[in-house]
C-alpha cells in the first residue's frame, strides 16, 4: 500500500489494511506448532497394545451372542 496518511484512506481502505494485519498476525503468531512424536515411545505403545490383546478361544461365543443371551434372560 506504500507510505500513506491513516486520514487520507477511505473507510474501505482503512478496513482492508485492518484484516491484512490482523491476517499477518494470525499467521505468524497464532498458528498451533507441529506436535512432536516420539517414534520410539509410539512403537513401544503400539507393541504393548499388541501384546496385551486377547483373542477369545474358538468356538467361543461372540459378544453379540453374549449379549443376546443376556437380553433373553
Not at 19 to 43: F, G, N, S, T
Not at 46 to 59: A, K, N, V
Amino acid at each position: 500500500m506504500g507510505e500513506r496518511v491513516i486520514a487520507d484512506l477511505t473507510v474501505e481502505e482503512l478496513k482492508a489494511l485492518i484484516a491484512e494485519v490482523v491476517d499477518d498476525r494470525m499467521m505468524r503468531y497464532w498458528r498451533q506448532p507441529e506436535p512432536v512424536i516420539d517414534k520410539v515411545a509410539l512403537k513401544k505403545t503400539l507393541e504393548s497394545i499388541d501384546s496385551h490383546m486377547w483373542t477369545p478361544p474358538p468356538g467361543a461365543p461372540s459378544v453379540v451372542e453374549m449379549l443376546r443371551e443376556d437380553r433373553d434372560r
